[in-house]
Nanobody, 118 residues
Framework: EVQLMESGGGEVQSGGSLTLSCGAS????????MSWVRQAPGKGLEWVSGVDRSGTTYYSDSVKGRFTISRDNAKNTLYLQLNSLKIEDTGMYYC????????????RGQGTQVTVSS
């Protein structure tokens, strides 16, 4: 069973930084494509960033240059470094297993809330 647990969210001012973590278990993490997706209040899920099993990283245009995704296969952990945060980055952030896009059938954690204030 895929199990994912996000942490590291919080409230920061615009321009601030956060680091999100996602602990994974129940599947071969090192061989899996992983992504971060988010959901802003009142909106649908949005794919943010992904990393494939070779370590190649991918970003949406809205976060490119500000966010950095990484993985530690020895620790079965996925990370997302969020820099230069904007108010529009506010939302619930989820890690997702298995796709470089929003995937409704893929494993996803419970999420961690990121709130950016002015």
């Amino acid at each position: 069973e895929v199990q994912l647990m996000e942490s590291g969210g919080g409230e920061v001012q615009s321009g601030g930084s956060l680091t999100l973590s996602c602990g994974a278990s129940g599947f071969p993490f090192s061989r899996s494509t992983m992504s971060w997706v988010r959901q802003a209040p009142g909106k649908g899920l949005e794919w943010v960033s992904g990393v494939d099993r070779s370590g190649t990283t991918y970003y949406s245009d809205s976060v490119k240059g500000r966010f950095t995704i990484s993985r530690d296969n020895a620790k079965n952990t996925l990370y997302l470094q969020l820099n230069s945060l904007k108010i529009e980055d506010t939302g619930m952030y989820y890690c997702q297993e298995g796709s470089l896009a929003v995937c409704t059938t893929c494993g996803r954690g419970q999420g961690t809330q990121v709130t950016v204030s002015s």
